[in-house]
T-cell receptor, first 115, second 114 residues
Framework: DQQVKQNSPSLSVQEGRISILNCDYTNSMFDYFLWYKKYPAEGPTFLISISSIKDKNEDGRFTVFLNKSAKHLSLHIVPSQPGDSAVYFCAASASETSNTGKLIFGQGTTLQVKP | GAGVSQTPSNKVTEKGKYVELRCDPISGHTALYWYRQSLGQGPEFLIYFQGTGAADDSGLPNDRFFAVRPEGSVSTLKIQRTERGDSAVYLC????????????FGPGTRLTVL
C-alpha cells in the first residue's frame, strides 16, 4: 500500500527552464509534506516543506504547491541548474503520528538538468 | 556545526552474522529516527527515539532488528542473524524534537549481506 506516490521515475529538463516534480498521496490524515534531494552516496537533504493549512510555500528557486482536494503536491524549481540534478523524494506525515515524526516517502524522481 | 554521522559507511557481512550500525545525531536533537532504503525505493521508517526511549518501533520488520539509544544521543541499530534481504542502505535522521517535522539525514550505512 503505497501512501505516497511519485509516478514519474525520471525527468529531464534544460538548464534555465522550469522543473516540475509531482507527488500524490492517498492518506487524508497527512497534514505536513516535505521534499528532499538526494545525491549518490549521500543522505537525503531537506529542501522545503508545507503544512496542509497552506497551498504554497516558496524558498528561493524552490516552490511547493499543495492541492488538498486532489491529494497532490508539486515542487517547482526555476530556473533549473545542472547542480539540481539528483533524486527528489516527496515525504508526508500525519498529526496522529507527528509525535513520532514518522515520514512516509515516495519512490523518488531522478531529475537531470542538461547544460 | 556537524551533521548526522553514521558508521561504518559500508558493511559487508555473511548471512547469519550479527551487525551493529551506529548513528551520531546533530547535537541538541532529541529525536532520532532510523530508516531503510532499498534500491529504487524511498526510505522506509524503522524506529523513532525521543530521548532514550523508543517511542515508535512499528517499522522494525521482525525481532531480529533492535535499536538502542542509552544516553539519548548516539544510537545503535542491531541486526541479528542477518539475511540477504536485509541488504540496503540504513539511514539515520535527527530533528530538534518529535514535533519539528524536518528531519536531517546522515549519509547512511550500506549493508551487504552475502
Amino acid at each position: 500500500d503505497q501512501q505516497v506516490k511519485q509516478n514519474s521515475p525520471s525527468l529531464s529538463v534544460q538548464e534555465g527552464r522550469i522543473s516540475i516534480l509531482n507527488c500524490d498521496y492517498t492518506n487524508s490524515m497527512f497534514d505536513y509534506f516535505l521534499w528532499y534531494k538526494k545525491y549518490p552516496a549521500e543522505g537525503p537533504t531537506f529542501l522545503i516543506s508545507i503544512s496542509s493549512i497552506k497551498d504554497k510555500n516558496e524558498d528561493g528557486r524552490f516552490t511547493v504547491f499543495l492541492n488538498k482536494s486532489a491529494k497532490h503536491l508539486s515542487l517547482h524549481i526555476v530556473p533549473s541548474q545542472p547542480g539540481d540534478s539528483a533524486v527528489y523524494f516527496c515525504a508526508a506525515s500525519a498529526s496522529e503520528t507527528s509525535n513520532t515524526g514518522k515520514l512516509i516517502f515516495g519512490q523518488g524522481t531522478t531529475l537531470q538538468v542538461k547544460p | 556545526g556537524a551533521g548526522v554521522s553514521q558508521t561504518p559507511s559500508n558493511k559487508v557481512t555473511e548471512k547469519g552474522k550479527y551487525v551493529e550500525l551506529r548513528c551520531d545525531p546533530i547535537s541538541g536533537h532529541t529525536a532520532l529516527y532510523w530508516y531503510r532504503q532499498s534500491l529504487g525505493q524511498g526510505p522506509e521508517f524503522l524506529i523513532y527515539f525521543q530521548g532514550t526511549g523508543a517511542a515508535d518501533d512499528s517499522g522494525l520488520p521482525n525481532d531480529r532488528f533492535f535499536a538502542v539509544r542509552p544516553e539519548g544521543s548516539v544510537s545503535t541499530l542491531k541486526i541479528q542473524r542477518t539475511e540477504r534481504g536485509d541488504s540496503a542502505v540504513y539511514l539515520c535522521a535527527s530533528s530538534f524534537s518529535g514535533t519539528r517535522r524536518e528531519q536531517f539525514f546522515g549519509p547512511g550505512t550500506r549493508l551487504t549481506v552475502l
